[in-house]
Structures are given as structure tokens and as C-alpha cells.
């Protein structure tokens, strides 16, 4: 090993060591989103058909009088993307802790990342 090799390597630690939790779950949801070929969620634009992946924060069922939605926020690491389906109540497997790899065209609504009736595959649980 080179004495490089070794400064990196003890930066490396050192860094894990001295980061915060939220910090190192951020990293590893960046780490598990590059392993599915994803780019991260911060570096994509709206008209985008993109693949976002990472982990649900939330889900909340919002009832409106015309049109139901089942709203989900997926956090990759970098930024957070909230999925909408609309006419929705309820979807098996959507649920906060769980994570997925969602597809669709990326809209923006009140300044926030949106995809509306994503394509989604659920990974198994952890």
C-alpha cells in the first residue's frame, strides 16, 4: 500500500467516524442508487424520463373530492423525489422504511421533484 493509498484510506475513516448519522445513511442511499444505474435524484431536470431509486420516507393518502392521490416521498441521498398516484387509496408495498426503484417523466409542483404514476419495482425488505 502507498502512502497515499494509506492517507485516503485513513481520511475515509477518519471522515465515517466524525459524520453525523443522517450524513452516512445519506451516503449509503447514494452508494445503493448508483448500483441500480440511477442517476441521483438532484441532477435530474424536469421533462426527464428518469429512474430514480432510494428509500420511502413517507406516504400519505391525501382524499380530494374529484380525484384520490397516494403520495410518497423517495429520498436517494441527494434529494427528494415525492411519487404521485393518482386515483389511488392504497398500494401493497408502499409504505415508509421500504425501498424502491420508481420510473417516469419528472415534473416539478411547488418547487418540489414530482413523477406522476410512476412505473415502480419494490426491492425486498431489508
Known amino acids: 500500500m502507498t502512502t497515499d493509498e ?3 484510506s485513513l481520511r475515509r475513516m477518519l471522515r465515517r467516524l ?4 443522517a450524513e452516512i445513511e445519506a451516503q449509503e442511499l447514494r452508494r445503493e442508487s448508483a448500483e441500480h444505474g440511477c442517476p441521483p435524484a438532484q441532477q435530474c431536470m424536469r421533462g ?3 429512474s430514480v431509486a432510494g428509500r420511502l ?18 429520498y436517494d441521498g441527494s ?3 415525492t411519487l404521485v398516484w393518482l386515483g389511488r387509496r392504497h398500494i401493497t408495498g408502499i409504505e415508509p422504511g421500504r425501498h424502491l426503484t420508481a ?3 419528472m415534473a ?4 418540489r421533484k ?3 404514476n410512476p412505473y415502480y419495482e419494490l426491492e425486498p425488505p431489508k
Open 48 to 50: 426527464q424520463v428518469v
Open 18 to 21: 466524525t459524520a453525523s448519522e
Open 114 to 116: 414530482v413523477i406522476y
Open 6 to 8: 494509506r492517507q485516503s
Open 79 to 81: 434529494d427528494v423525489v
Open 103 to 105: 420510473r417516469g417523466r
Open 108 to 111: 416539478v409542483r411547488d418547487d
Open 57 to 74: 420516507r413517507t406516504v400519505v393518502y391525501t382524499p380530494r373530492t374529484n380525484l384520490p392521490t397516494l403520495e410518497a416521498d423517495l
